[in-house]
């Protein structure tokens, strides 16, 4: 009998686009979804699960409060040492991870500030606003979310080289301070968040577009702004390949490109690497660890939405 | 007094006039100021970089002298072709992307499944599993490789405990890839978990009702219900997922520190990305770089076209 379950009229139409819409509000969360109790077998394995997923992590510390002699015997240590402190400092002194966390502090938040401020306005103008060429530039937009950074590192390349950007910070932020995602994701969400009676209705009062920005839309997008700032700092510490290529280690570096000097073997010293993991980790566990809820609900918020 | 109201009367039907033509002016020029930063910066630093890329993947251009341009052709992509490099990173980016790929979306959706339900302490598992993606590539990366290491590493010691003969994960080919993938899925298997824990949520729950009231078990709901409500969000997480894997760099850089941009002592695990950097940070080549990039490029769009006839002929089955 299990044939007729899908040939039934599975959920509704708007399941079919990718980015689907959240179900209504009055549908609530206690009828959609199962609702079925956990068994055993479902804690065992989920905390199977999380112990993997926290395991790599608890050990970055373990491993960052031992000497480099114990992490070369057999078994490995599996509880914590007496050498954190010293390794911490060698890690902050030799890695320039005082300026690397700086840094990357500016970096993350100039780019998550700069992403959810224009991707909110671009999103709003797509959602509810009229112009010409709006769907071919909607397109341009979407279509571009796919094209790799790897394809735009050259010329970028050149460009800081000749603007004399090497090791200097704008040469970070601006390339990405905005984000096709981020202009897509408001745009989903205005558009059913924000009523376009509120706009007409600001605007009878004569309001200006700046006026309406400022007192209806923020307040309407302020979660899907807490979100996309979220996700864009998270991705924003942690980018890679472009900072890499345009700072040193040993000029002014991001975290992550201080940790690349550890790994490449300019310290040997594994418990020292271990520390300095640890410090470019820290951050952002601190966070997890104080909002954890919230971003969990806001990243499952944003995948329906998104 | 009557001659003070006469003056007045034009000088408000002027600032009337004012305010009107400020308004319409507002209505029709607002919105292109609205989207005018972001393509101003997306222009700048994604569009221009993009198709300069392909005009410099037809010239001869070195790092040491980026602006000195010789016109080359096709050479480029020509010696790609014949590059033996060139395919290995090919293969070893569709290797390690379907390693990495498939285990972690599979595992994603019974994890989202079992999230889904009624839990005690739900928010600790769901915040827990989603810890790694906070973890940056490179520090990823250092404690995998320590994790992974030949002779003190946990993992073959755990292999000698159970009686297994250790394993030399940076030299092996498919060790190395092996390994390479696990970083990538320990990073990314819990964010997906979440986006489909999202998308179960939403799927109504009389689907279910009347699903078991036919007498379909669990098993049989999940994929009979839950995995065809879910295709839509599946779809976007393979193919969000196929663009990651087709860019993976960090990974691979940092799993042998001192091998650098080699990808391994045989370029065993070197990547398209990685491959790129070589040419073009190490070798110094930044016409032969642009080159490998639009062929990313060009592969990426077949991966999107099939992708979308995939899920065309998914819609129209239905």
């Known amino acids: 009998m299990t044939a007729t379950a899908p040939s039934r009229p599975a959920s509704d139409p708007a399941a079919e686009s990718a980015p689907r819409p959240a179900p209504p509000a009055g ?27 926290l395991f790599p992590l608890v050990w970055t510390a373990v491993a960052a409060s031992r000497t480099n002699t114990r992490l070369a015997e057999t ?139 400022w007192h209806v839309v923020f307040p309407a997008a302020r979660p899907a702004m807490a979100v996309l700032g979220m996700l864009t700092f998270v991705q924003a510490w942690n980018d890679f390949f472009w900072p890499v290529i345009a700072l040193t280690q040993n000029g002014n570096p991001t975290v992550q490109v201080a940790l690349t000097g550890l790994g490449r073997g300019y310290i040997p010293d594994q418990s020292v690497i271990m520390a300095g993991a640890l410090l470019g980790t820290l951050p952002l566990l601190i966070a997890f660890v104080l909002f954890g809820k919230q971003i969990v609900g806001g990243i499952m918020q944003g995948a329906v939405k998104g | 007094m009557t001659a003070l109201t006469a003056a007045r009367a034009p000088a408000e039907e002027r600032r009337r006039v004012r305010r009107s033509r400020r308004y319409r002016r507002d209505l029709r020029w607002s919105p292109y100021a609205f989207v005018a930063p972001f393509f101003l910066f997306f222009t700048a630093f994604g569009l221009f970089p993009l198709l300069y890329t392909g005009w410099a993947s037809l010239h001869r251009v070195e790092l040491t002298d980026p602006t000195h341009m010789e016109w080359a052709g096709l050479h480029n992509y ?50 827990a599993i989603l810890t790694p993606y906070a973890t940056s590539v490179a520090a990823a990366t250092l404690v995998f490789v320590l994790l992974f290491g030949r002779d003190y590493g946990m993992v073959n010691w755990a292999l000698g405990l159970a009686g297994f003969d250790g394993i030399d994960w940076q030299n092996g080919t498919w060790a190395s890839q092996f390994a390479v993938s696990t970083i990538v899925i320990w990073r990314w298997t819990g964010y997906n978990a979440l986006i489909y824990l999202a998308a179960m949520q939403a799927v109504p729950s009389d689907l279910y009702e009347s699903a078991a009231l036919d007498g379909a078990s669990r098993w049989q709901q999940f994929r009979h219900v839950t995995v065809p409500s879910l295709r839509p969000t599946i779809l976007f997480t393979v193919v969000v997922s196929t663009i990651g894997a087709t860019q993976l760099f960090g990974e691979p850089l940092l799993f042998n520190g001192a091998a650098g941009a080699t990808g391994g002592a045989d370029h065993q695990y070197q990547t398209l990305g990685l491959y790129l950097y070589e040419q073009g940070w190490v070798n110094l080549h930044l016409g032969r770089a642009s080159a490998i990039a639009w062929t990313m490029f060009l592969l990426l769009l077949l991966i999107a076209a099939v992708h979308w006839l995939i899920a065309r002929r998914l819609r129209k089955s239905r």
């Open chain 1, 27 to 53: 549908r609530g969360r206690g009828r959609a979804g199962r609702q079925l109790h956990g068994g055993r077998l479902t804690y065992a394995v989920l905390i199977l699960f999380t112990a993997g997923s």
């Open chain 1, 75 to 213: 078994p490995p240590p599996f509880w914590f040492g007496g050498n954190l402190a010293r390794n911490l400092e060698i890690a902050w002194s030799d890695a320039n991870m005082g300026t690397a966390l700086l840094n990357t502090t500016v970096v993350a938040g100039t780019i998550a500030a700069g992403t959810v401020l224009f991707s909110t306005i671009a999103g709003f103008a797509f959602a509810k606003l009229r112009f010409r060429f709006k769907n071919a530039l909607l397109l341009l937009t979407i279509g571009t979310m796919m094209v790799p950074p790897q394809l735009s590192v050259v010329p970028l390349y050149m460009t800081i080289a000749e603007l004399r950007w090497t090791d200097q910070l704008q040469a970070v932020i601006l390339p990405t301070l905005v984000s096709a995602f981020g202009v897509f994701f408001m745009r989903q969400y205005l558009l059913q968040a924000l009523p376009s009676e509120l706009v007409e209705a600001a605007r009878m009062d004569g309001a200006s577009s700046l006026r309406i920005i």
């Open chain 2, 78 to 127: 020509s010696r790609l072709w014949e590059d033996d490099f060139f395919w290995n990173a090919l293969r070893n980016t569709f290797t390690i992307g379907v390693i990495s790929t498939v285990p972690q979306l599979l595992m994603a959706l019974g994890l989202a499944h079992l999230l889904n339900y009624r839990l005690r302490g739900s928010m600790f598992f769901r915040v």
